[in-house]
């Protein structure tokens, strides 16, 4: 019975997502109670796989497509971290997009097309080879677009042309790294410290190039510098949906997907001994700063936002390619990290565009005593970005710092100071403008936040503090990393 | 009389009894369809369990004879034929009672399709050569007459051009016949290879690879197809793309593992047009203004990239690329089927089928579009389709032999269908300010169930590509 457990945990969103697609729009109790069951079921079957999983448990199961490539689920301690990310923020989302799109049309092709995300997100960490990675990545892909371009309008249409060329274009570039992949190797599933045996001395010119084409078929997803541009465009769906783009789905596939490629494909010693570790890291460094230093000069809060994610993601890139366990540790827990402060952030921002219809910096002024709630959380977010002690993002700031220490590397001392600094130039103003400053004189008067739309953030809050307070209780997002690093690095 | 014959003679006799009894026309097409259906499901299963048959007509046998042979390709032909026409049927069977004037043309669909099935399934069962030829001359026939059925003034001079061009066609597959006989003294498809080793023989084969390329619209003789298949009623476009294109196809691909393979020249002509067909029709369909050319034109660029993928087969020993090809035909079939009937009601709702025009503000997208952008996703190749898992093997096979100018080609192709489609695709996601509030829903009609089961199939196919996989093993060499 238990072996089945990844499927139902696929199940939960995938199954819904159909029916949700059929019902009448009008029908949004019906709707709402389904999602939110399977949302809950999710949740408690994800926390039953992890427990299963930390005793030691290992689930599998496949379905042979055609000879050598099957669609294989599997539960490892890898995929439970993501697992744990989605479902949680998935249940909060979907009751902060229920406020939120309340009275709004198409609101049965969003909840399906959320659960198709939610679905495909799952698929992706329970894959068990590259295959399997491949097809739910590109689900991914269909079942984001009618989100963003959500709103119908000319420029959201824009934004969702702009989001497909990116993403099938990283697309097309992963599907052919992996095709090339299984014509040399066979079948390539995913095993701690890597399935490629002696390939890569006997063909190392191959091996590099598929690397390459992968990680840049991913790297779009993960934002990395060149390949981030759809990210900032994206910001014209709506809020649950940036949410889910920064936060829950998109660019944490991205980011997955280089872990899976460095860890369970090739294996850290041998993306090292091909010499492609450096590079990557340096490429994740260019992103960190480049996004915070574009980030800088936004005006309009999401799209701030939107270049907060680019250089933040690349924190959890950087771990993966410093070689270095500490490092590892930080970067994998920059994945949680990452997820629960900026969906905070995405949220709170939400808020202020419903209630004030305040969606740009200067507009930001006396904030905190017109919304102190929102605004409150929304600074739990923005000082755990920066890494303030001690919020969840301290915590994988300081184990990417040992990292590089340990690696050999202490540039990335110097990295992470200039990116912290850059992260408090572009993060202190927005605040110091909400508490500090008046409002303006006639301010747009208030629209009720209902409690869907409250709760949310509040409690994302909660969890960044949580996380960084209680780093090192053994079900921490940190606690779980070490138990993966562990696994790695043995 | 076992299923092979049956599969030949059902839907024959039904044609027959369709045609002399035009009130009796929907139910018996209607039986004869299903009772096809059955049949072919029958057969697939028992070559899957038993591997490949061959029956010998009157008990003569080749080469004397003429012979039916059933075998994993040719089930499979037979199974994707059987479920198309079980979808195209139950969008005609199903459609409100047309007004006074096209009442003639519902009940001469059915003798035409039924006898197009016959003469599709007696093609994938033939043996040898000249019964092939003779089952292509009363194909083109049916199919002409499914051209012309909507009896407008374009359909006519469409038919006249396909007409023509099936003639052609014919002719040159004709000669070849001609000459492969009297080089070899015989017509049995055992016999190309033997074609394949003597110089009269190699001009024998390109002969008849010259005429199934006219039948195919293969580039640069493509030029009378997307005509044909844009003026059509929906339904007969949807059979004329999704399978009568796929006749010549099959046969290409036939006489190509039979050994067909080993004339090199006729191997990179076939690949060179496959991709030239494949780039052209992108290209057309990227400009395309009206949905129906849009979709017609993507066949012209499907068809290319099987072509293509068929004249990089280097015989039936080399599994993956020809596995690839077969794979592809059948997920071609099932979305384009589908396409052509979602644009059918797409068009029926919106009273034309302008690209521009899609966004309307009093009409909501409704199941039509759904089925259209799940069959695009098919097309283009994107997982969890049957497309999808036939391009991986392409690329696999072509990886495998360091073909890269052609996995270049696969990709390029690729991108250009995911461009056109997309042109469609997006618009089916209209909303916000492009929708009026009480703007209605297309009203459920069998069109749209027909369409959305068959772009379903493609896409659960995906899925299941073990199932059509394993058939292929049991494939006579």
């Avoid at chain 1, 739990?380 to 040992?402: D, E, T």
């Avoid at chain 2, 139910?27 to 299963?45: K, P």
């Avoid at chain 2, 407008?152 to 006989?181: I, Q």
């Avoid at chain 2, 309307?360 to 969890?384: Q, T, V």
Wanted: aromatic fraction near 8%.
């Amino acid at each position: 019975m238990t072996e089945l457990l990844p499927l139902a945990i696929l199940m939960t969103s995938l199954g819904i997502a159909p029916v949700i697609l059929a019902l009448p729009d009008g029908w949004s109790r019906l709707r709402t109670a389904l999602n939110l069951t399977a949302a809950g079921m999710k949740l408690a079957l994800v926390a039953w796989l992890s427990w299963a999983v930390a005793g030691g448990a290992e689930f599998g199961l496949s379905l042979e497509i055609a000879p050598g490539l099957a669609l294989a689920l599997k539960a490892d301690a890898l995929s439970v971290l993501f697992l744990a990310l989605s479902s949680v923020l998935w249940l909060l989302t979907t009751i902060y997009a229920v406020g939120y799109l309340e009275g709004g049309t198409d609101r049965s092709r969003f909840f399906g097309f959320f659960s198709l995300c939610v679905a495909s997100t799952v698929g992706i960490a329970m894959a068990a080879n590259l295959f399997t990675f491949v097809v739910f990545f590109e689900l991914l892909t269909l079942a984001t677009w009618p989100l963003v371009v959500h709103r119908g309008s000319a420029e959201a249409h824009r934004a969702g042309r702009i989001y497909l060329v990116y993403t099938l274009g990283g697309g097309l570039a992963l599907t052919l790294g992996a095709v090339w992949l299984y014509a040399l190797a066979g079948e390539v599933p995913f095993l701690p410290r890597g399935v490629l045996g002696d390939l890569p001395q006997t063909d190392p010119l191959a091996v590099t190039a598929i690397f390459v084409l992968l990680i840049a078929g991913v790297g779009v997803k993960a934002a990395l510098v060149p390949l981030h541009g759809w990210l900032p465009v994206s910001m014209v769906a709506p809020a649950p949906v940036s949410a889910l783009l920064h936060a829950v789905a998109v660019v944490k596939s991205g980011a997955f997907g280089i872990m899976r490629i460095v860890y369970d494909v090739y294996g850290v010693e041998t993306v090292e001994a091909l010499g492609l570790a450096l590079p990557l890291a340096a490429l994740a460094g260019v992103t960190i700063l480049y996004g915070s230093i574009r980030a800088l000069r936004q005006d309009d809060l999401k799209t701030r936002l939107a270049y907060s994610t680019v250089s933040q993601v690349s924190y959890i890139t950087l771990g993966v390619a410093l070689v270095s366990p500490v490092a590892a540790v930080g970067g994998l827990a920059h994945l949680i990290h990452q997820g629960i402060m900026k969906i905070t952030l995405f949220l709170a921002a939400g808020n202020f565009a419903e209630a004030r219809g305040v969606k740009t910096v200067s507009a930001m002024d006396g904030m905190g005593r017109l919304m102190p709630g929102a605004t409150l959380a929304f600074t739990v977010g923005a000082f755990g970005m920066i890494g303030v002690p001690p919020l969840a993002g301290f915590v994988s700031k300081w184990y990417l710092g040992a990292g590089g220490l340990d690696a050999g590397q202490p540039a990335v001392i110097a990295l992470l100071a200039g990116s912290s600094l850059l992260n408090a130039a572009y993060f202190l103003p927005i605040l110091h403008r909400a508490w500090f400053r008046d409002p303006p004189e006639g301010a747009v008067p208030k629209r009720r936040i209902g409690w869907m739309l409250a709760l949310p953030p509040a409690v994302t809050a909660a969890l960044v503090v949580a996380a960084g307070l209680l780093a090192n209780a053994p079900f921490s997002p940190l606690g779980w990393t070490r138990f993966i690093v562990s696994l790695e690095y043995l | 009389m076992n299923e092979t014959s049956l599969l030949v003679s059902l839907p024959l006799i039904a044609a027959l009894v369709a045609a002399a009894w035009p009130r009796a026309a929907t139910i018996t097409g209607v039986i004869a369809t299903l009772g096809n259906a059955g049949l072919a499901v029958v057969l697939a299963i028992r070559i899957g369990q038993g591997g490949a048959e061959a029956e010998a007509l009157g008990g003569w046998a080749a080469p004397l004879g003429i012979g039916f042979a059933a075998d994993g390709l040719a089930a499979l032909m037979l199974v994707m034929t059987a479920l198309v026409g079980l979808g195209v049927s139950v969008q005609v069977a199903g459609a409100p009672l047309p007004d006074a004037g096209r009442t003639g043309q519902r009940t001469a669909f059915w003798p035409l399709w039924l006898a197009t099935l016959g003469a599709m399934n007696a093609l994938f069962l033939s043996a040898d050569l000249f019964n092939l030829y003779v089952t292509f001359e009363i194909l083109g026939l049916a199919a002409v007459g499914l051209t012309a059925l909507s009896g407008t003034r374009t359909a006519l001079r469409a038919a006249f051009d396909y007409l023509s061009a099936g003639l052609a066609g014919s002719l040159l597959l004709l000669l070849g016949v001609a000459l492969a006989y009297a080089t070899a003294g015989r017509v049995d498809l055992a016999v190309v290879p033997e074609l394949a080793g003597s110089h009269e023989g190699r001009v024998a084969l390109g002969l008849i690879f010259a005429g199934l390329a006219v039948k195919a619209a293969l580039f640069p003789l493509h030029f009378w197809m997307p005509a044909a298949h844009s003026s059509a009623a929906p339904e007969a476009s949807a059979l004329l793309s999704a399978l009568v294109v796929k006749a010549a196809i099959y046969v290409a691909l036939r006489l190509s593992i039979e050994g067909g393979a080993a004339v090199e020249l006729l191997r990179l002509v076939l690949a060179v047009a496959g991709a030239g067909a494949m780039l052209w029709g992108a290209w057309h369909a990227l400009r395309a203004d009206r949905l129906k050319l849009l979709v017609a034109h993507s066949t012209v660029a499907q068809v290319g990239l099987i072509a293509l993928a068929i004249g990089l087969t280097t015989g039936a020993r080399d599994g993956t690329i020809w596995r690839a090809a077969a794979l592809l035909m059948l997920s071609h079939a099932l979305a384009k089927a589908a396409m052509f009937l979602a644009v059918g009601r797409i068009t029926e709702e919106l009273g034309h089928d302008r690209i521009s025009g899609l966004n309307r503000e009093e009409l909501r997208p409704g199941a039509a579009e759904f089925a259209f952008a799940i069959a695009a996703i098919s097309l283009i190749g994107l997982p969890p389709t049957a497309g999808f898992v036939g391009k991986w093997l392409l690329l696999d096979g072509l990886i495998d032999r360091g073909a890269w100018p052609w996995v270049a080609l696969v990709l390029l192709g690729t991108v250009l269908s995911a461009a056109y489609l997309a042109r469609v695709v997006s618009r089916c996601l209209r909303g916000g300010p492009h929708v009026a509030p009480g703007a209605r829903r297309p009203a459920w009609r069998a069109g749209d169930a027909a369409a959305l089961g068959l772009a379903t199939a493609a896409l659960a196919l995906g899925l299941a590509s073990a199932l059509p996989l394993t058939l292929l093993d049991a494939t006579l060499t």
